[in-house]
Structure formats: structure tokens, C-alpha cells
């Protein structure tokens, strides 16, 4: 197989995808590095920030925490302005009044974060209460602690009423008990209310919940299809407890804008426990209809699903591309063992595929395959997990929309799917002085493999002038001589120096007659 490189992304930490054209991956080192778009092989340093320990992204922002409790964001409008028109003035801006960050959460149209004494702040729309802060709408920067509450004792309340039943963030109420339309949506940080002790946040496009270290779960936001577990389909302005659940480890909710409002809570003893929207089977209850409140998941033989260590929800999982790896292409609303998996240290799931890393290093993959994302040297969907080739000791894998990215035990990079490359794509460290390919009189030369540095290659019957040998490096700064053959059973000799000065590599090709081949 053919590897195409993507320059610069060693020691990885983190990969991120905040806009259809750019990467931008977070290194051990704390610096940032991005690739402008997917036809690039080239990365770049982010030259505007340092010392970053994590970076996230929602619809509108990617969000920069740094190793001292800072957050700073960057607005797609400006990133888009920074590479297209090389604006340098376009940069991150530090998010006043957030300080002591230990974590960071994304949304698709907001991002929360949690303080190290586990107090929990939110950015984004104020639409659907999303904030939780119990405010319709505030058009200025500004943290509060008032209290906006609709109840009998209130005065003005007639007022008040009207204003609970309008749509969420048309109007502001004021200290007075007055009301004033407001036309722009701030986009500003807000202390969440009632709110502490929180261990970490997850958020889909209109709710957001919130894991307390006690185990239990809190929501606010929308609430059309019960996705905030409290036994209602009332949008909460302010966290409520989702019900029946105690004991939570961890939370996963769906990715999809118009079909995920869904949520699926792991607890300590591996039980599954589901709530919110099941128009197509997606809690895995047996039933479409929606939950209010949480169900314990149980298998397709009805029998209690316990020893879950983790849970992955892709974008769409109906099975009409053999997404469920059950061997068949029919939806099941019951959860179903994957075909032929054992020994799975991980798994992580696109839109329509899905991948799994073996304790041997091999990754499998089923699903969709129409952008080669399933990286099987082909493009027919699978309903069975099949070996991706080319790749072995492999550590780290993530499935996003149609491609798969993986990472080997010498911290290299590939991907492959939707990245306009026909085959895996490879990011190497400095000192990479492979080649790509070699090609002879302008045809690939088959049997290479970027291993090997000695080939004995047989020329067509009738050549009579020495072979033209040339090649692609994958580093575009490495650099390289080649010593051509003068006879048509010469040697050619290539020598590749990487970027870094010093690993050089050398590959020798023996030509030979057809006429030796007798």
C-alpha cells in the first residue's frame, strides 16, 4: 500500500476538527499545529499560543485551555480569516472570568468547563436555557448570581408569566420586573446555578448534563423528547436531577443535531441505563418510543447487559451500511454482539463505521466504506468487521464523520476515508527519510515498500536505454540525490537525508534484461 504524508503531527496528544478544511493537533509540548486543508500535506506551527493542555471544539468555536486555568477561544469566522487572508490579528482572545480551568466540555453551540473546586460555567447560545443559569437572555458580558425564578410570590407576575411562555431568548427581564425585547443573543459565560461538586460535562446542540462526583446526573436545556431524564418534556432553565440513576461513571450523548437528543449512562457496576429521543431504535430498549426517565438496557435475548466498560454512539445506526457489524443489514432495537471481535481494547465510531483496536495492535472496521474509510484497500460497505492493512502496533485510533485516523507506538499519525487521498495518509516526525514511492520510466515501481532498500528489477523485453529512475519523498523538506543507472543492467542509487540533517536512507535498485528472467 501507498502512504501519503501529512508533515509535522508527532507526539500527538490530541487531534481536533473544528471546520471541514483544517486539523489542528495539540502536542505533548503544549504547542499547536494545524494543516490548512486536507489536500495539504504540510502542517504548521500555531505560532500565536503556547502551553496548552487541551483544546475542544463546538459549532462555533475552538476552545484553548492553558496550564494556567486560562481559557482562550478563537471564533470560526476568525479562524477563517486568519489562514484565508494570513490576518494575524485574527487571533484567540482569553474568555474574561473563567480562571482555576481544570476541564473543558464541548457542545455543538457552546462549551462548558469546570473550576478545580468543581463549581461548572457555560458559553454559548442562551437559546433552549442552554446556560442554566435560570436567564431568558442577557445582552451584556456579565457573571450573576440573581435570582430569575417564576413563582406566586413574585411580584409583577403577570408579566412574568408572559415572559415564561414566550420562546426562550427573545426577551430580557430586568431587575424591576420589566421586559425589553433584545434582537442579538450574547454569547458570554455564566455561572451555572446550583450547581458544584461536578466532575465533568456533556453537552449535545440544545442540553447539557452534568456528572456530580456523588454519582448522580444533572441536566438543563431543551427537553422536547425527555433527553433531560427528569420525567418531563419541559425546557429547563436551571439543572434538574435526572432520575433513577445513581452510581454514574461516565456518559455518552448523541452526535446527531436533529436526531440526537439521547443519552445513554454507564454505571460503576457496567449496567446501561438510556433516556430521550428513540424515534429510530437508538436506546437500544426494544421500543421507539421516547423515555422521560431512564431504562436499564438489557441484550437481544433480554438478558441484563452488565461489564460495559465503555460506550460509543456514531451518527447513525439504523444498519442499512452493516453499521451494527452483526453480519446483517436489518435495524435492531436491541443492543447485538459485533461479528468475529475478540480481545478489544477500544473502539471508536464515525458517522456510518465503526473501529476497533485489538490487544495485538490490529484494528478492524465495519460500516460504511464509500469514502475508503474502513481502510481495507477497497470501497464496498461491510457488515462484518474486516483487518485494516497496512498498519500494525497500533495505539490509538478515532473514527470522525467518513475517516478513520490512528496512531502506531512511534507516535506516527495515519488516516484515511474523506480526505481526498486514495489511500492511508501518514504523518512522520522530523527524522523520517522514507520515500513515497519510486517510479521507473514514469511507472510505479510495485513491489515498493518503504522497508526495503533493495530491489532487483527486471525491464521490459526490447529496453535499450537505461532505465530513468524517480521518486517522491514523504517529507516534503527532506532532500536526496539519485545516481542514475548507465546501462540497462545498472545499479540506480537514491539517498535521502530527512529534515532533520542527519537520518539519511539509502535504496538501491539492480536493473536486469528480461532475458536474465530465463
Given at each position: ?98 480562571s482555576d480551568i481544570v476541564c473543558i466540555g464541548p457542545s455543538q453551540s457552546g462549551m462548558c468547563f469546570v473550576r478545580k473546586d468543581g463549581l461548572a460555567f457555560s458559553m454559548g447560545s442562551l437559546s433552549s436555557g442552554k446556560l442554566g443559569n435560570g436567564l431568558l437572555n442577557q445582552n451584556y458580558p456579565k457573571k450573576t448570581e440573581r435570582e430569575y425564578v417564576f413563582n406566586d410570590e413574585d411580584e409583577n407576575l403577570e408579566m412574568k408569566k408572559k415572559v415564561s411562555n ?353
Amino acid at each position: 500500500m501507498k502512504f501519503t504524508q501529512i508533515y509535522g503531527f508527532d507526539n500527538v496528544k490530541k487531534v481536533v476538527r473544528p471546520l471541514s478544511l483544517y486539523y489542528f493537533a495539540l502536542k505533548d509540548d503544549g504547542s499547536v499545529w494545524y494543516r490548512r486543508n486536507v489536500s495539504d500535506a504540510q502542517t504548521y506551527l500555531l505560532p500565536c499560543i503556547k502551553d496548552v493542555i487541551d483544546i475542544n471544539i463546538s459549532s462555533d468555536y475552538i476552545v484553548f485551555l492553558f496550564q494556567d486555568g486560562t481559557v482562550y477561544k478563537w471564533n470560526k469566522y476568525n479562524v477563517n480569516s486568519y489562514f484565508m487572508g494570513n490576518n494575524e490579528s485574527e487571533i484567540p482572545v482569553q474568555i474574561n472570568g473563567l480562571s482555576d480551568i481544570v476541564c473543558i466540555g464541548p457542545s455543538q453551540s457552546g462549551m462548558c468547563f469546570v473550576r478545580k473546586d468543581g463549581l461548572a460555567f457555560s458559553m454559548g447560545s442562551l437559546s433552549s436555557g442552554k446556560l442554566g443559569n435560570g436567564l431568558l437572555n442577557q445582552n451584556y458580558p456579565k457573571k450573576t448570581e440573581r435570582e430569575y425564578v417564576f413563582n406566586d410570590e413574585d411580584e409583577n407576575l403577570e408579566m412574568k408569566k408572559k415572559v415564561s411562555n414566550s420562546f426562550c431568548g427573545e426577551y430580557e427581564l430586568l431587575d424591576d420586573g420589566t421586559v425589553i425585547p433584545v434582537s442579538n443573543v450574547s454569547k458570554q459565560n455564566f455561572s451555572v446555578k446550583n450547581l458544584s461538586n461536578v466532575v465533568r460535562l456533556y453537552a449535545n446542540y440544545d442540553y447539557i448534563l452534568a456528572l456530580k462526583d456523588d454519582g448522580t446526573v444533572w441536566a438543563w436545556g431543551k427537553n422536547q423528547y425527555g433527553q433531560l431524564g427528569d420525567g418531563t418534556n419541559i425546557t429547563r432553565y436551571e439543572p434538574v436531577q435526572v432520575k433513577n440513576l445513581s452510581g454514574i461513571v461516565d456518559i455518552i450523548v448523541g452526535k446527531d443535531q436533529n436526531q440526537g437528543d439521547y443519552a445513554i449512562a454507564r454505571r460503576h457496576d457496567g449496567t446501561l441505563w438510556a433516556w430521550g429521543r428513540n424515534n429510530n431504535g437508538y436506546l437500544g430498549d426494544g421500543t421507539t418510543e421516547d423515555r422521560y426517565i431512564p431504562v436499564k438496557l438489557v441484550d437481544e435475548n433480554k438478558s441484563e447487559l452488565n461489564g460495559i466498560i465503555s460506550v460509543k454512539l456514531g451518527r447513525n445506526y439504523i444498519n442499512e451500511y452493516g453499521q451494527l457489524g452483526d453480519g446483517t443489514n436489518t435495524q435492531s432495537l436491541l443492543p447485538k454482539k459485533v461479528n468475529n471481535l475478540s480481545g478489544v481494547i477500544t473502539i471508536s465510531t464515525g458517522d456510518y463505521h465503526s473501529l476497533a483496536l485489538k490487544d495485538d495492535g490490529s484494528i478492524w472496521s465495519w460500516g460504511n466504506n464509500s469514502e475508503g474509510q474502513l481502510g481495507n484497500n477497497g470501497v464496498t460497505n461491510s457488515n462484518i468487521p474486516v483487518k485494516v492493512v497496512g498498519l500494525s502496533n497500533v495505539v490509538a485510533i478515532e473514527a470522525e464523520a467518513s475517516t478513520s485516523i490512528f496512531m502506531d507506538n512511534n507516535y506516527t499519525l495515519w488516516e484515511c476515508g474523506a480526505i481526498k487521498y486514495d489511500t492511508l495518509a501518514r504523518v512522520t516526525m522530523e527524522n523520517d527519510a522514507n520515500l513515497r514511492y519510486i517510479t521507473i520510466n514514469n511507472s510505479f515501481l510495485e513491489s515498493f515498500d518503504e522497508d526495503l532498500t533493495e530491489y532487483n528489477v527486471i525491464l521490459p523485453p526490447g529496453t535499450t536505454k537505461a532505465p530513468n529512475v524517480e521518486l517522491k519523498t514523504y517529507n516534503p523538506y527532506a532532500t536526496y540525490t539519485i545516481v542514475q543507472p548507465d546501462t540497462i543492467d545498472g545499479i540506480a542509487i537514491i539517498e535521502v537525508t530527512a529534515c532533520d540533517g542527519e537520518t539519511t536512507k539509502t535504496y538501491k535498485i539492480k536493473f536486469n534484461p528480461s532475458s536474465y528472467a530465463d
